[in-house]
């Protein structure tokens, strides 16, 4: 653990807390991608399965019960509660395009060609790429709601501190993982153009807009 693990750690959980505060409060997940939604929801079980198995702390078998149970809860409240606000015609993305070269990937590219190991990789790759449904259908509408940036970046912000993570253990722990660093660096690549127009837009007050 360290400071900038914390605080991906804390910016991921702001960016969960404001997109299921936008959907409870507006009694709406208007803006939201659903596929996205159900990627994440695929990350997070396929990287923590060995929470049966496998104990390191009560800090990281919270944050592994917490992940899991709100991308559960995200979807219960967009395909159930909330599905007549679903914007399904923006959210056109096919995910297959994504989930075959990363489940191909994962067989390829892993640690240990073992079950547990393969599905370990499976959600890093897949979890680079899963933001992608969002931005397609931010694109595709022309813009997004202040709180809707606001979960982006928190969201983007996590990647990005945690490639500072990766950096501070490399060189104080001699630590490294070029799984998990190559797939955050495209990770946080995915996100520079928001950025750019969180920072010029948002945060002057205006709303974000993409190219169509």
Not at 1 to 16: E, K, T, V
Not at 95 to 102: H, N, R, S, T, Y
Not at 140 to 154: D, M, R, V
Not at 174 to 198: E, M
Request: glycine share 4%; aromatic share 18%; net charge positive.
């Amino acid at each position: 653990m360290n400071i900038f693990r914390l605080l991906g750690d804390i910016s991921h959980l702001l960016a969960i807390v404001i997109l299921l505060l936008k959907i409870w409060k507006t009694r709406s997940c208007a803006g939201i991608s659903g596929k996205s939604q159900f990627l994440f929801a695929l990350v997070y079980t396929t990287r923590y399965l060995d929470l049966l198995t496998n104990y390191v702390s009560l800090y990281n078998s919270f944050m592994k019960v917490v992940f899991i149970a709100t991308s559960y809860g995200t979807l219960y409240l967009m395909y159930v509660k909330f599905r007549a606000t679903y914007d399904r015609n923006h959210d056109t993305f096919r995910v297959e395009l994504l989930l075959i070269p990363v489940a191909a990937l994962a067989l390829l590219f892993n640690h240990e060609f073992s079950v547990m190991e393969v599905l370990w990789a499976f959600s890093i790759y897949l979890e680079a790429v899963a933001i992608l449904p969002q931005l397609f259908m931010v694109s595709k509408t022309g813009e997004a709601e202040s709180i809707t940036s606001h979960y982006l970046f928190a969201l983007g912000s996590y990647r990005a501190l945690y490639i500072l993570n990766w950096i501070y253990r490399y060189y104080g722990e001699s630590f490294q993982d070029w799984i998990a660093v190559i797939a955050g660096i495209v990770q946080t690549i995915l996100y520079c153009d928001f950025f750019y127009l969180y920072i010029t837009k948002v945060l002057k007050g205006k709303k974000l807009q993409l190219p169509a």
